[in-house]
């Protein structure tokens, strides 16, 4: 829509500020060598298979059980984490309450806990004879750790920061001016929230969105302790690999690599059009 | 590009890696053995033994490295160039695959006695005390109500051997296997990917009823987690697991240790090599030593892996290749 | 009161609920760390970090991580600095490829390295006819951690570049400064704090990668086990106090990197608002 004008203004800021030829160069540089190449690698192994076997390889019951479980957990995740993330981001930016500064840090917190760590202490509270998994398995009957549940709550706590960090500016910014204006012109509280609030942060709820089920559709450090690892039960897509490798498989683990980076491309540019559309619709 | 770090920062960066700096003495020959999960006990001892014997005898100092993991991803890593000088894996197969890219020569199992096995194992039944399911054999196992941990058979060395006993057993006693091992691996509600990660499954997290285990993980897990929460039990009839040792020789020659590692494997068959394997539960290969630890070893009738599979290379076909019998029981609609 | 502010009730309520989310989600799983840890008391814990293999594991995630942090930082603040201040064609495509390492699982990010570099990889028997050892030793470690860790400088300092705009670089260059002197008088004294932040960031996250550094080590004791992995071996050798005194030693490391990180916002954010 807008090349025709964007041509001359780019022509115009083109030359303005000098040195984008190194910096360009390192950038390039340094993005093929580290991400580029080796993801080649990953492109064109599988077609060691030939085209026919690739598909076979992929569309195995138990690849296909376990893509299905490792993207709908990290939806699920991701999807559990937004009002988790919008209410930990929403009490930092808004409120005021004693443990305040302790929970703004906290959100962190899974950033810098080593994945396999946050893995076995998750297990070792989940599990039927942990601190949080005996009452529940004792009041409600529920098995967390070892089931796709457990799955889910790792995911969740790899995901969470990802949705606080992304709003959390936005919210910021947001400042309570429009909010006051709805308030001044009759809307109720829920009514603000809902016309003004909501659709200032859905873009950047989509993003964390996004972010947040990238991060948690290829974890695997803190899953495998957790999971239980149960072929067509709870068996995650990355430690399919693993196996597939210890198989001296490389191209069987590799065509299982290239499917789950095309699928989370394929969900991610979904969220982007998605996001798109709403900043259309909302301007 | 340097000064986008602030100097204090460099300082820091300079000094771990000052700190890094490998302090390793002139003269000192080193040796890598790539191992399995259950042998880290084991190999830290045999180790320091044949680190003392090498400097009595050469009076040269040796630095053993040991490297543990799942052995297939270990095998593998000797592959993708792992410089291993000596590998000691779970079963002959993974020591196959190596071989079969030119790293290892074809004929390895016939280069050290016994199928280059210097010990042997089996499994076992590791249960919680007082036998509450009342688990004396295989066929007990699929009763309902009774929980099974063993790791997975396509990640774990021992879990192959798990599975071929089970087998083994059903066979025996005129069951369909396919079927036999079926209702077992339902009754399964963890299935990780080590042998190490089992035994903390069962012992740490409290699940299941029975561990399937290497008969020295068995021990060694009593020996831990103390003997007042749980047993063993040895079913009637198991499988002779014989973990198979090599030289990896492309490493060897070119690391010039093919000295070392040779007499480090052979080290293994001699006396004290053998006391080393009972003190950490293998059963040795010396008769008399066997005969002489007859309360920690029972005897039992054993299948071997030849006699009743036809082979590594037949079983791994058979059993735990892709789409092959162990796929087909998590096959939905069954 | 004001119809734009909740009422009392409801922001207790919800500060009540986010704390309550904060400690089951966040807190738990690092008292539990630190409980286990110090289960059989201070000497077991400490004695578990300051064994040999635990020094050389500690020693190694600090060099790994020493090496890869600069060139990340200095390979993110290009490709950010490109993006924010310049335009050319496939800009937008060069946002997308700068974040793609998040969406890529770790274990594949060690598993491309072991298809180039492996024996059975492009350059393998290359390297190792020339007795170069890339995978499983340090050269791998360190590609392992600058793939995963490579979009956090980047991702850090871009959103702050682009609000900042280009005025201030479009003036200096009318007055004759080049690209260098730009970038270190006024970019970089603009973003220097959310830098520092970026960095760090991807320090603490450097240190605790498993994933990909599993599958590209060789897990040998003393020499290419970094620090979350030796607390997989300590975990597996029923040294479970250790296991999780080494973890709560990396926890410790992590949430120092984190404290840092919240003043430095805290400063910077106080910068911002003397400035406005």
């Known amino acids: 829509m807008s090349a025709s004008l964007a041509l001359p203004h780019r022509a115009r800021r083109l030359r303005a500020i000098p040195g984008f030829g190194l910096a360009f160069g390192i950038a390039l540089f340094w993005l093929s060598a580290i991400v580029l190449v080796p993801l080649l690698a990953l492109l064109l192994r599988p077609f060691e298979l030939g085209l026919v076997g690739l598909w076979a390889s992929l569309t195995e019951p138990r690849v296909l059980a376990a893509l299905r479980l490792s993207f709908g957990a990290a939806l699920l995740a991701a999807a559990l984490a937004l009002p988790l993330g919008l209410l930990l981001a929403w009490a930092v930016v808004r409120l005021r309450f004693p443990g305040r500064a302790l929970l703004d840090a906290a959100i962190d917190l899974p950033f810098a806990l080593p994945t396999a760590v946050a893995g076995v202490a998750l297990t070792a509270l989940l599990s039927p004879n942990g601190w949080v998994g005996a009452p529940l398995a004792a009041l409600f009957g529920w098995r967390i750790a070892f089931t796709p549940a457990g799955i889910v709550v790792a995911l969740l706590f790899v995901a969470l920061p990802f949705i606080a960090r992304t709003v959390e500016p936005v919210l910021r910014d947001l400042g309570r001016e429009a909010e006051e204006a709805a308030a001044t012109l009759g809307a109720t509280r829920f009514q603000t929230l809902r016309r003004v609030v909501l659709p200032a942060l ?10 947040g089920f990238a991060r948690a559709v290829g974890e695997y450090g803190s899953v495998i302790f957790i999971a239980g690892n149960m072929p067509m039960i709870s068996e995650i ?34 969220l982007n059009l998605a996001q798109r559309a709403l900043r259309r619709g909302w301007a | 590009m340097r000064p986008s770090i602030p100097a204090g920062r460099r300082a820091f960066l300079a000094a771990p890696a000052l700190l890094a700096l490998p302090a390793r003495a002139q003269g000192v020959r080193e ?125 774990s060395g021992g879990a192959r051997w798990n599975y071929l006993a089970a087998w083994a057993s059903a066979k025996k006693h005129g069951q369909d296997p396919e079927e036999f091992l079926g209702r077992l691996f339902r009754q399964v509600p963890v299935l990780d990917t080590g042998a190490r990660g089992s035994t903390t499954s069962f012992v740490q997290r409290g699940q299941g009823d029975v561990l399937l285990a290497w008969e020295n993980e068995a021990h060694l897990a009593l020996k831990e987690f103390g003997a007042g929460q749980l047993e063993i039990v040895y079913p009637p009839l198991s499988i002779l697991a014989e973990p198979s040792v090599a030289v990896v020789d492309a490493n060897a020659e070119r690391r010039g240790t093919r000295d070392l590692a040779e007499a480090y494997l052979r080290g293994l068959y001699a006396p004290a090599g053998q006391e080393v394997a009972v003190k950490h539960f293998y059963r040795p290969r010396d008769e008399a030593l066997l005969a002489k630890h007859a309360q920690r070893f029972p005897p039992l009738e054993l299948v071997t892996i030849d006699g009743a599979f036809g082979g590594w290379a037949e079983a791994q076909r058979t059993h735990f290749s892709d789409g092959g019998v162990f796929d087909r029981i998590y096959r939905p609609g069954r | 009161m004001n119809a734009a502010e909740d009422p009392r009730w409801l922001r207790a309520l919800v500060a009540a609920l986010a704390l309550l989310v904060g400690l089951l989600l966040l807190a738990l799983p690092l008292a539990a760390v630190f409980t286990e840890a110090l289960r059989r008391g201070w000497e077991v814990a400490l004695e578990a970090i300051l064994e040999p293999d635990s020094l050389a594991a500690i020693r190694l995630t600090l060099l790994v991580a020493a090496i890869s942090v600069p060139l990340n930082t200095v390979g993110g603040l290009a490709a950010a600095w490109c993006i924010a201040k310049h335009d050319f064609p496939g800009r937008r495509l060069l946002v997308v490829l700068v974040e793609l390492p998040f969406s890529v699982s770790p274990v594949i990010s060690g598993l491309v390295f072991v298809l180039i570099f492996g024996l059975q990889g492009w350059l393998g028997p290359w390297l190792q006819a020339r007795h170069i050892q890339v995978i499983f030793a340090l050269p791998a470690l360190v590609l392992a951690t600058l793939f995963v860790t490579f979009p956090f400088v980047a991702r850090t300092v871009l959103p702050l570049m682009q609000e900042q705009g280009r005025a201030e670089e479009e003036a200096a260059a009318t007055l004759g400064a080049d690209g260098w002197q730009i970038f270190r008088r006024v970019t970089l004294p603009n973003i220097r704090w959310a830098l520092l932040a970026g960095v760090l960031l991807c320090n603490a996250r450097a240190m605790g990668e498993f994933g990909a550094v599993s599958v590209v080590s060789g897990h040998i004791r003393g020499q290419t086990n970094t ?15 250790g296991a999780f005194a080494v973890a709560a ?7 120092v990197t984190l404290a840092a990180k919240s003043v430095l916002e805290r400063w910077s954010g106080r910068a911002v608002g003397e400035a406005g």
């Open chain 1, 237 to 270: 897509a990355p430690l399919l690999i693993t196996i597939r490798l210890e198989q001296f498989d490389y191209a069987g683990a590799a065509a299982i690599g290239l499917a789950m980076l095309l699928l989370a491309f394929a969900v991610l540019l979904a």
């Open chain 1, 202 to 211: 859905a873009p950047a709820l989509l993003t964390g969105f996004g972010l």
């Open chain 3, 227 to 241: 620090m979350p992995l030796h607390v997989e071996i300590l975990y597996n050798e029923y040294q479970f106090a």
């Open chain 2, 31 to 155: 040796l890598l053995n790539v191992s399995y999960d259950p042998t880290r006990e084991l190999f830290r001892d045999y180790s320091a033994h044949f680190v003392r014997e090498w400097q009595a005898q050469h009076r040269q100092t040796v630095r053993v490295n040991n490297s543990h993991g799942g052995s297939g991803r270990q095998a593998r890593s000797v592959i993708d160039g792992l410089a291993a000088d000596v590998v000691t894996l779970a079963l002959a197969y993974d020591v196959d695959a190596i071989a079969e890219r030119g790293l290892i020569a074809k004929d390895w199992i016939t280069r050290l006695p016994q199928n280059s096995a210097p010990y042997t194992s089996t499994i076992v039944f590791l249960i919680r005390k007082g036998n509450p399911k009342g688990l004396r054999d295989w066929p007990d196992l699929v009763k309902p109500g009774v929980a099974i941990i063993t790791p997975n058979p396509k990640t």
């Open chain 3, 249 to 255: 030693l990396l926890a410790l490391l992590g949430l």
